[in-house]
C-alpha cells in the first residue's frame, strides 16, 4: 500500500514505522497528520498500574492509526499528576515543561514536512494541553487536542457505560474497561470491589485527590468490561474523522474522512 492507503504498525505502544513508510503515508495527502499520545505516571488504585493513562492514550492513538494514513508517535510518558502526588510512585513535571515538550515535538515535525499534530490525551489533569493547542492555532499552525468531553460522552453511551463522566473521574469504569481490553494482563484484582463516588470536586486543585478519596479511586470501576472497553476505543476511531478532515482539508469540523 501506499500513500492514503498506508496504515501505520505498532508494537504494543512504541510505532513500527520506518522513515519510507512515513514519506509514503504522506504522498497522497494534502496535509500529513502526526498522532502524540500523552499519559502520566501516577497512582490508579491498587488494581490499574501507574502507567494506566499512558496505556490508554496509546490504545486510543494504535486504534486511530489501524483507521486513518496519520503518522503515529511514541508516547509522553509522564506529565502534570501533581494532584496525585500523595500516593507512592507518582511523578509529575511541570505543565511549563510539557507545554515545552509539546510545542517542540511540533517544531519537528514540521522540519520533517508533518504540518499537523493531534495530540491524544489519557490524563485530565493535563489542563495545558488545551492552551498548547489555542496558542498553536492561533499562529496559523495545525494541531487539534483528541477526545474532546463530546467524544468521550459518545464513547460512553455506544459502550454502554453506566457511570457519567462526572462520576467516572479516575481508575474507574472506562478506564478498567479499556485496559481489560488492551491490556488485561495489567488489571489486578481488586477493582470488582472498589468503587467510590466523590461527584462534589470543587476544591480539587487546592486539596488534591486525597481531600476526596483515600484509595485513589473515584468511579465505579467493578461495571468495567473487555466489551466496553473495545466498544470506546471504536466510537473514537469514529469519533476521530472529522478532527483528519478538519486537519488535512481545513473544512468542516463536521465532515469526516477515513482513507
Request: hydrophobic share 40%.
Amino acid at each position: 500500500m501506499s500513500g492514503s492507503d498506508t496504515r501505520s504498525a505498532a508494537h504494543g505502544p512504541l510505532p513500527a514505522d520506518t522513515t519510507q513508510d512515513v514519506r509514503a503515508r504522506g504522498a497522497d495527502l494534502s496535509r500529513q497528520v502526526a498522532v502524540l499520545p500523552v499519559g502520566s505516571f501516577e497512582q490508579h488504585g491498587a488494581y490499574l498500574p501507574l502507567t494506566t493513562d499512558t496505556l490508554v492514550a496509546c490504545a486510543v492513538a494504535r486504534e486511530i492509526a489501524a483507521a486513518y494514513p496519520v503518522h503515529l508517535l511514541p508516547p509522553v510518558t509522564i506529565s502534570c499528576s501533581h494532584e496525585h502526588a500523595g500516593w507512592a510512585g507518582t511523578v509529575s513535571i511541570s505543565s511549563v515543561t510539557l507545554h515545552a515538550v509539546i510545542s517542540d515535538i511540533a517544531r519537528s515535525l514540521r522540519r520533517s514536512g508533518v504540518d499537523a499534530l493531534v495530540v491524544v490525551n489519557g490524563h485530565g489533569g493535563n489542563y495545558v494541553l488545551g492552551n498548547v493547542v489555542q496558542e498553536s492555532s492561533s499562529r496559523g499552525e495545525h494541531m487539534a487536542l483528541f477526545p474532546a468531553p463530546e467524544d468521550w460522552e459518545s464513547a460512553r453511551e455506544r459502550a454502554g457505560v453506566e457511570t457519567s463522566l462526572l462520576t467516572d473521574m479516575h481508575a474507574g469504569e472506562i478506564e478498567t474497561s479499556i485496559l481489560l481490553h488492551a491490556h488485561p494482563e495489567f488489571v489486578r484484582p481488586g477493582y470488582e470491589t472498589s468503587d467510590f463516588v466523590a461527584d462534589d470536586r470543587r476544591h480539587l486543585l487546592t486539596l488534591g485527590m486525597s481531600g476526596y478519596t483515600d484509595s485513589g479511586v473515584i468511579g465505579r470501576p467493578s461495571l468495567g468490561s473487555a466489551e466496553k472497553g473495545k466498544a470506546l476505543l471504536a466510537s473514537l476511531a469514529d469519533s476521530f474523522g472529522a478532527y483528519f478532515s478538519l486537519l488535512t482539508s481545513d473544512g468542516s469540523a463536521d465532515d469526516s474522512a477515513r482513507g
